[in-house]
């Protein structure tokens, strides 16, 4: 039984279908700093990994990437989310979080080869000397070394992949899609790249890993694992799907089971547009989603009832 009065539904129902159809003028800025956040998120994202290429390939030390590039992203989106908080930045944390995740996943199993079986060396913490300027090998090269490997890089394909997937509409398809979208992000272009930066870089090899039989398959089964998780984190995370302001890449996806389609947020715009219209009429965000979870409820109450009068 709901806990409102038939007036009170009657009006959060007013609310809830004015809200969406908002104002042309909310919605289009709304699209503007969403598709600006979501620009300098995809830029921030893609820095960290460039860097070591550029590194490599002797076009662009890390030290100067980091100081010129990705510490001045930082502080702008950090002054953004903090002095203009945007919900699409959502899609960005989940992602930079999962992204996290799914290199602890493959560093038990990158590190147990490295350490346990000595089938491969490390470079990270070589990777972290061309940004400290130390001696290769070092301790603060290794701990710098690591927090750019989660933080800039996992995290920063994280950001990538969940952006794209939201832009593609994978929060609407089923678990199996996003998992192969992991995955399929996580070796090309991710891995790819990789390889492609240690072998054509005339001193790759030296720099970072001997391509052999052994390394090769090594790191490629370390990105499929990191792209399991981050197509489960996806997944799991899929709500983020509400957050984005544009029609996803080819259409409605095709729902997943168990997820509402009921627009708590709005499919294809941005929720402040939500927020704007039921602030005017003093209705909270939390009563609206509360009640929107009620309707849900009734709707499968239904559909459950239809369903034993079918098979009765």
């Known amino acids: 039984m709901s806990t409102y009065s038939v007036g009170q ?9 004015q809200a969406q159809q908002p104002r042309a003028g909310t919605r289009d800025e709304s699209r503007v700093h969403a598709g600006t956040r979501m620009l300098l ?17 002797g076009f662009l030390p890390m030290r100067a990437a980091a100081a010129l590039i990705i510490v001045p992203l930082v502080i702008v989106i950090a002054l953004l989310s903090l002095f203009a908080p945007h919900s699409s930045d959502r899609i960005a944390v989940s992602g930079f979080l999962w992204g996290m995740a799914a290199c602890v996943v493959y560093d038990v199993f990158r590190l147990d080869t490295v350490y ?9 913490p070589t990777m972290g000397s061309w940004v400290t300027g130390g001696r290769p090998g070092a ?4 701990m710098v070394g690591y927090l750019w490997r989660y933080i800039g890089d996992s995290g920063g394909i994280g950001i990538a992949f969940f952006i794209l997937a939201v832009a593609a509409g994978l929060g609407r398809r089923r678990r199996r899609v996003a998992v192969l979208a992991g995955v399929g992000f996580a070796v090309a272009p991710v891995w790819a790249g990789l390889i492609a930066t240690v072998a054509l870089a005339p001193r790759g ?16 089964v370390g990105h499929l694992i990191f792209g399991v998780v981050l197509g489960l984190g996806f997944w799991h995370s899929r709500g983020v799907q509400d957050l984005w302001s544009w029609r996803p890449v080819g259409g409605v996806a095709r729902t997943t089971p168990g997820l509402s389609t009921t627009p708590t947020h709005d499919r294809w715009w941005d929720a402040t547009g939500v927020e704007h219209h039921l602030a005017s009429r003093g209705i909270s ?13 009734r709707r499968l109450s239904r559909r459950r009832a239809r369903t034993k009068t079918g098979h009765g």
Do not use: C, K, N
């Open 9 to 17: 539904q009657r009006t959060f129902g007013e609310a809830a279908l």
């Open 41 to 57: 998120h995809l830029v921030l994202a893609g820095v960290p990994l460039l860097a070591i290429s550029a590194q490599v390939f």
């Open 116 to 124: 346990l079986l000595g089938l491969w060396g490390d470079f990270i």
């Open 139 to 142: 301790w603060d090269g290794a």
């Open 205 to 220: 090899q030296e720099l970072m890993f001997p391509l052999t039989a052994t390394t090769v398959t090594l790191s490629l």
């Open 285 to 297: 965000r939390a009563t609206y989603d509360e009640w929107q979870r009620e309707l849900e409820r």
